[in-house]
């Protein structure tokens, strides 16, 4: 049986197009920055992304959000088991821009 050379087919010079890249780009006007945190999962998954889960002790909840950030928890069940009150381990804002703030207190002694 002989062998079918199907290159011998194929043309042999170069093939140029070009293409007009303006034309394909869509312009963004300025604004707000694009919201990448639409809800409290995505904010739950973005921080225990980020900060953990401590090996499996920290349970993650969202305890409210508004139009700016959502206020995550992490509770630890090692302290719930060992009588704490609430458990909690960690606290943080979640913005809806992705980004995290720690929720540090500032404490003013005297």
Same mark, same amino acid.
């Given at each position: 049986?002989?062998? =079918?050379?199907?290159?011998?087919? #194929?043309?042999?010079?170069?093939?140029?197009?070009? /293409?007009?890249?303006? &034309? +394909?780009? %869509?312009?963004?006007?300025?604004?707000?920055?694009?919201?990448?945190?639409?809800?409290?999962?995505?904010?739950?998954?973005?921080?225990?992304?980020?900060?953990?889960?401590?090996?499996? =002790?920290?349970?993650?909840?969202? #305890?409210?959000?508004?139009?700016?950030?959502?206020? /995550?928890?992490?509770? &630890? +069940?090692? %302290?719930?088991?060992?009588?704490?009150?609430?458990?909690?381990?960690?606290?943080?804002?979640?913005?809806?821009?992705?980004?995290?703030?720690?929720?540090?207190?500032?404490?003013?002694?005297?």
């Amino acid at each position: 049986m002989e062998k =079918d050379n199907r290159e011998s087919f #194929l043309p042999n010079e170069l093939v140029e197009e070009t /293409v007009n890249l303006e &034309s +394909k780009l %869509a312009i963004v006007p300025d604004g707000p920055e694009l919201i990448k945190v639409h809800n409290k999962n995505d904010a739950i998954s973005i921080v225990e992304g980020q900060l953990g889960n401590n090996n499996g =002790d920290w349970i993650w909840n969202c #305890l409210w959000d508004d139009d700016e950030k959502f206020f /995550v928890k992490a509770i &630890s +069940k090692t %302290a719930l088991a060992k009588g704490a009150m609430t458990g909690t381990a960690y606290t943080a804002f979640v913005y809806r821009d992705g980004s995290i703030k720690e929720d540090l207190f500032e404490l003013k002694l005297k």
